[in-house]
């Protein structure tokens, strides 16, 4: 039973989905689990006070992914509150699909902006406690987009690739101070998110699936959970898919 007893955790994207998932799988494992929301206030008030009922330790923190300002005023508020930071989990994301021949500059920007500078401005507001601690785990929330060629998400895949290689070169620097950095590339898991395809294509995405079914938020929070766990220490720089055999074509 893997065991986060004693570690602060902090998951961006938090209110809703797989972050929603991760907050709770982190939390009954024992972590102190602070979480950031854009704007579903409701989702994080209600969140907050079912899991402190069940006596967990969690906080809701409202902020935008793609500010920086944000991202060091919230890891100041966590580091304060529970005297340091083991766990950071990016994984606040958005789609914004057109075609690259008309896709408005704004749409480009603003999945660039949350999904892949969103990592940079958490990964580094942290850095500072986790080497000084001598702990960390960063586990980034990915894509398999990063390598399917997916009509009209050159933008995301573009975020969710740029989420890869930051990966890969961030384990490299801070791997000596006994931080981790890894990330997760979830196929096509039933959220809000995905629900408009869902809606239009179940059956046929199912067909492409080696499980034959189609992932739950909670595939991907386990999978979090064991690379945020001291049982992980020796994986770093790693992505792991967890797509139910999508990738390997059905
Ligand atoms: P949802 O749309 O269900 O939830 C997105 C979450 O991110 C919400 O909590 C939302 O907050 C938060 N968020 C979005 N933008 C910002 C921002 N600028 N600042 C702070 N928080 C923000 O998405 P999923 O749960 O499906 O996706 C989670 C992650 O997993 C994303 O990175 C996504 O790209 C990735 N992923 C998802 C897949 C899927 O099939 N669902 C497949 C592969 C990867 P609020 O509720 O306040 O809006």
Redesign the pocket.
Known sequence: MLNLEGRVALV?????????SIVETLAKAGAKVAF?????KE??DAMVSELSETGLEVLAIQ????SKEDAERIVEEVVNKWERLDILVN?????NDGLLAIMEKDAWQSVID??LT?VYNFAQSVMRQMMSQRYGRIVN?????AEFGNQGQVN?AAS?GGIQGLTRCLATEVGRRNVTVNAV??????????EAVRNAAEGEIKKRISVRRL?L?ED?ANAVLFLASDEASYITGHVLTVDGGLTLGG
């Open positions: 961006t994207g938090g209110s809703r989905g797989i972050g929603k950031v929301y854009r704007s579903s989702s994080a902020g935008d992914v793609s994984n606040a994301g958005i789609i949350t999904n969103g929330i990915s894509s398999v987009a995301y969710k590339a979830p196929g096509f898991i039933e959220t809000d998110m995905t992932g938020p991907i």
